[in-house]
C-alpha cells in the first residue's frame, strides 16, 4: 500500500478529479496548501516582469492544492502517470508527486483493514 | 529521500524558512493545522483551548541531508516553552516534478 502525494495547481484540481474518477480512483483527500519549490517563490520586480533571480520576494509561498490517495502497489505508477498527463504544462510550478509507504489502512464503519479497506 | 514534517509555532516560520533557505533547502509545502501535544492543549481560568493553531512544514530531502535539516528546525524553531512542535520524518519512495516528469528531487 502506498500514499501519493501529490501538489498540484489550483486551477488542475477538477480536471485531475475528473480524470482520476474516469479511472477508477474514486478516494482521495483535498487540502488546500502553500508551497514553494526551487524558485523560492514568485519574485515580480517594479516593471511587473517575473525574474526568479531578484531578491525582492513578492510572494514567499504560493497557493496549491494538496491530494493524497491511498492506493494499492499495482495502481502507483498509473496513478502517478495519469497525474503528470493532467497536471504537465511544461511551466515552473506544475507541482511536485511524493510516493511514500503506508503500513496499513482501516475502514471506520467495518473495521477493515488492509487492501480491503481502501 | 525523506519526508520531514515539521509541526511548529505559526509566528516562526519566516524564521525557520529564512534559516533553511540560506543553507541552500528552499522547496516547502506549508499547510495550516491545528493540534494539541502532551499538555493537552491549553487552560486560561476555565477555558480550555485543546485545538492550537500551528503551521505544519513538510519538506522532502535527500537521506543525507535530514539530521542537518531537523537540526536547523529546531534551532530556529526552538523558544523553550511548552507549544514548540514536533518533527516526524518517514521515508519517501519516489518523488517527481510534474513539469517534466523526471523522478527525483
Redesign the interface.
Known amino acids: 500500500m502506498?500514499e501519493v502525494?501529490?501538489?498540484?495547481r489550483m486551477n488542475k484540481i477538477q480536471q485531475t478529479k475528473d480524470a482520476l474518477a474516469e479511472a477508477g480512483y474514486t478516494c482521495l483527500t483535498a487540502?488546500l496548501?502553500?508551497?514553494?519549490?526551487?524558485?523560492?517563490g514568485l519574485y515580480i520586480n517594479p516593471l511587473g516582469n517575473i525574474t526568479p533571480d531578484d531578491k525582492r520576494a513578492a510572494i514567499?509561498?504560493l497557493p496549491?492544492r494538496?491530494l493524497t490517495l491511498v492506493v494499492d502497489d499495482a495502481s502507483?505508477s498509473p496513478v502517478?502517470d495519469l497525474?503528470?498527463q493532467t497536471?504537465?504544462?511544461?511551466?515552473?510550478?506544475?507541482?511536485?508527486?511524493?510516493?511514500?509507504?503506508m503500513n496499513d489502512a482501516v475502514r471506520v464503519r467495518t473495521g477493515e483493514r488492509g487492501n480491503d479497506a481502501l | 529521500m525523506q519526508l520531514i514534517r515539521a509541526i511548529i509555532r505559526p509566528e516562526k516560520v519566516d524564521e525557520v524558512v529564512d534559516s533553511l533557505d540560506a543553507k541552500g533547502f528552499s522547496a516547502f509545502t506549508r499547510i495550516d493545522v491545528f493540534g494539541r501535544g502532551k499538555q493537552k492543549g491549553i487552560q486560561i481560568g476555565p477555558t480550555v483551548y485543546d485545538e492550537l493553531a500551528k503551521v505544519m512544514l513538510m519538506i522532502a530531502v535527500n537521506n543525507e541531508d535530514s539530521d542537518e535539516i531537523v537540526r536547523i528546525i529546531e534551532e530556529s524553531a526552538r523558544t523553550g516553552s511548552f507549544g514548540d512542535g514536533k518533527i516526524f520524518i518517514g521515508p519517501v519512495d519516489e518523488a517527481y516534478t510534474i513539469r517534466t516528469g523526471e523522478m527525483g528531487l
Do not use: E, H, S
Not at chain 1, 496548501?33 to 523560492?40: A, D, E
Open positions: 502506498k502525494i501529490a501538489v498540484l487540502n496548501v502553500y508551497g514553494r519549490g526551487k524558485q523560492k514567499r509561498f496549491k494538496m502507483v502517478v497525474i503528470m497536471n504537465r504544462t511544461g511551466m515552473i510550478g506544475d507541482g511536485r508527486i511524493f510516493v511514500c509507504p
